[in-house]
């Protein structure tokens, strides 16, 4: 039985993606997260908690240690911790910016450090990194969440390539809207941010949009759609090297690769405000 490693298993993608594992039976599966607390109701699945706080280096190399401890391998890594913070560039302070690098990107890469020489090791490992259709295009508002969201995308590249010659796979996952909290924190932190000041008009209107979207059922993507393109990559034994699903996810990177930059800032703008 193959062992997988979810991050941010607490709730939305990586605690959908954790369960579906769990139940299709062919991995025993580990779930990490901040507040290990949230991970009580996922032992009815069999799946283990791990406490992991990604901006903390100690607390990533003991969860690694502790599952190949238990383990003796590891098979999969779901990079899926992570969260999104918006507002006009103007306004993010910048320690909030860093913030968004050091857990959305930087605890993506320390932990596939950690689990690189085990998978060098077997000569075998897929790393599933989280990236969203925000590593492709972009829109007002959410700059430091879409420049972190490029970043992942350059890294996982750049890695599956270096990673290649030791059985390694590298896939990246690109999840457009999806029914999952991120919709509703991003808003709150773009109305705290710019709610106010020069940028609140569009701001205030952007984040009454979001909550709508999020906050209706059925008006977008669920988080089952997106675990089922991780669970097909944990899967398959040559993985694509990219998957992408969720609402609008197509069609916006359809658009971006196609119209000029002035135009898709056009239809962006116009779609957001």
């Not at 690694?64 to 401890?69: E, F, G, K, T, Y």
């Not at 990673?163 to 590298?170: A, E, K, L, S, T």
């Amino acid at each position: 039985m193959k062992v997988a490693l979810i991050t941010g298993a607490s709730s939305g993608i990586g605690r959908d993606t954790a369960i579906k594992m769990a139940k299709q039976g062919d991995f025993k599966v580990y779930g990490a997260a901040r507040r290990i607390e949230l991970l009580n109701e996922l032992e009815q699945y069999g799946i283990k908690a791990l406490q992991l706080d990604v901006v903390d280096d100690p607390s990533m190399q003991r969860c690694v240690s502790d599952l190949l401890a238990a383990e003796g391998r590891i098979d999969v890594l779901v990079n899926c911790a992570g969260y999104g913070s918006c507002g006009a560039v103007e306004d993010v302070p910048m320690d909030e910016a860093k913030r968004q690098f050091e857990v959305c990107l930087f605890g993506l890469a320390r932990m596939t450090q950690l689990v690189l020489p085990k998978m060098r090791e077997q000569h075998s490992g897929t790393i599933i990194n989280i990236s969203s259709i925000a590593g492709k295009v972009a829109s007002p508002m959410g700059a430091w969440y879409y420049s972190v969201k490029h970043a992942v995308e350059g890294l996982s590249d750049s890695l599956r390539m270096e990673v290649q010659d030791f059985g390694i796979n590298v896939v990246i996952i690109e999840p457009g809207m999806t029914a999952t909290a991120w919709g509703t924190i991003a808003a709150d932190s773009m109305v705290k941010y710019s709610g106010k000041g020069a940028y609140a008009p569009f701001a205030n209107k952007l984040a009454g949009k979001m909550y709508d979207y999020y906050r209706t059922p059925g008006k977008i993507a669920s988080a089952d759609v997106i675990s089922n393109l991780i669970l097909k990559a944990a899967t398959s034994r040559k993985p694509r090297t990219r998957y992408v699903g969720g609402t609008i996810s197509h069609i916006s990177i359809f658009g971006h690769r196609w119209l000029s930059d002035k135009c898709f800032d056009k239809t962006m703008r116009k779609f957001t405000c």
